[in-house]
């Protein structure tokens, strides 16, 4: 599992969402690392990870690599930052061993309320429809492009380079068999996440959402902010499911007001 670590302090571990990297957190890290130990990974399958054959992708599966990850490099109670399916992957680690969890900033988290996926997921994994979907995702640079624009609220704002540097792991064999992996158990996870939030209900949470997200819904946010005993919600004004790259100074300073209030 490829890693990006810097700084020194508590540790954090940085999730990114589903077919992205740690690339995600490049305008984050230097912020963070001023005070934490953090820990950017490229999850198995994706990124510059390996690509394990058979690889089990189910939201407890990928959580469980996490917490092995962690065990690897700090024996700490530690504090988790994820996006998107990552924070799924992250609410569930925290559910399979909640005294390894100090606190949870999850960003536009997949979740059970969110209704995006539910029939998108078994349709995209279909055994019919698989092949020819990777195909056109592996062949169709326009297609990927329209896809990655959505997930702006202003496509304007898309820094050059962006799109390339998430674009260039997915050339690798394998990438896309990892998100189809991922979308055949869609649903099934979701109600198993569902199931286990009771178990995270006392660790202390931020949420953080844009108001344009077209890719988890804004408005599953405060059914999800019921889950939690000490939980926090900031809705990002005029930003689409990336904050950390629309709004990255806005979206540091979220996190960094939160975290940095006792980081131990």
Same mark, same amino acid.
């Given at each position: !599992? %490829?890693?990006?670590?810097?700084?020194?302090?508590?540790?954090?571990?940085? $999730? &990114?969402?589903? !077919?992205?990297? #740690?690339?995600?957190?490049?305008?984050?890290?230097?912020?963070?690392?001023? %005070?934490?130990?953090?820990?950017?990974?490229?999850?198995?399958?994706?990124?510059?990870?390996?690509?394990?054959?058979?690889?089990?992708?189910?939201?407890? +599966?990928?959580?469980?690599?996490?917490? *092995? =990850? !962690?065990?690897? $490099? #700090?024996?700490? +109670?530690?504090?988790?930052?994820?996006?998107? &399916?990552?924070?799924?992957?992250?609410?569930?680690?925290?559910?399979?061993?909640?005294?390894?969890? @100090? *606190?949870?900033?999850?960003?536009?988290?997949?979740?059970?309320? /969110?209704? @995006?996926? *539910? %029939?998108?997921?078994?349709?995209?994994? &279909?055994?019919?429809?698989?092949?020819?979907?990777?195909?056109?995702?592996?062949?169709?640079? #326009?297609?990927?492009?329209?896809?990655?624009?959505?997930?702006?609220?202003?496509?304007? @704002?898309?820094?050059?380079?962006? =799109?390339?540097?998430?674009?260039?792991?997915?050339?690798?064999?394998?990438?896309?068999?990892?998100?189809?992996?991922?979308?055949?158990?869609?649903? /099934?996870?979701? @109600?198993?996440?569902?199931? +286990?939030?009771?178990?995270?209900?006392?660790?202390?949470?931020?949420?953080?959402?844009?108001?344009?997200?077209?890719? $988890?819904?804004? #408005?599953?946010?405060?059914?999800?902010?019921?889950?939690?005993?000490?939980?926090?919600?900031?809705? !990002?004004?005029?930003?689409?499911?990336?904050?950390?790259?629309?709004?990255?100074?806005?979206?540091? &300073?979220?996190?960094?007001?939160?975290?940095?209030?006792?980081?131990?």
């Amino acid at each position: !599992m %490829r890693y990006l670590h810097a700084g020194s302090g508590p540790p954090l571990l940085l $999730v &990114h969402g589903l !077919m992205a990297y #740690s690339f995600s957190w490049r305008k984050t890290i230097p912020v963070l690392s001023e %005070r934490f130990e953090t820990f950017a990974i490229d999850e198995l399958g994706t990124g510059y990870s390996d690509r394990p054959a058979a690889l089990n992708c189910t939201l407890k +599966a990928c959580a469980q690599r996490l917490l *092995r =990850f !962690m065990d690897a $490099v #700090s024996p700490n +109670a530690f504090d988790v930052l994820a996006t998107s &399916h990552g924070g799924a992957v992250a609410m569930m680690a925290a559910a399979l061993l909640p005294e390894r969890v @100090r *606190r949870l900033v999850l960003v536009a988290p997949v979740n059970p309320w /969110a209704p @995006r996926g *539910r %029939r998108l997921a078994p349709f995209l994994s &279909h055994a019919l429809v698989a092949p020819s979907f990777v195909q056109l995702a592996t062949h169709s640079g #326009s297609l990927r492009r329209h896809y990655f624009r959505r997930l702006w609220s202003d496509p304007h @704002r898309i820094p050059p380079g962006t =799109f390339e540097g998430y674009m260039k792991p997915l050339e690798h064999a394998g990438s896309w068999d990892y998100g189809l992996s991922i979308l055949r158990h869609w649903n /099934a996870d979701l @109600r198993e996440l569902k199931l +286990a939030l009771p178990r995270i209900a006392n660790i202390p949470t931020l949420l953080i959402w844009g108001e344009r997200d077209q890719a $988890v819904a804004p #408005s599953s946010a405060a059914t999800l902010k019921q889950n939690f005993r000490q939980c926090q919600l900031v809705m !990002m004004g005029d930003i689409g499911h990336l904050p950390y790259e629309e709004a990255p100074e806005e979206f540091n &300073h979220v996190v960094a007001k939160f975290l940095f209030s006792d980081n131990g």
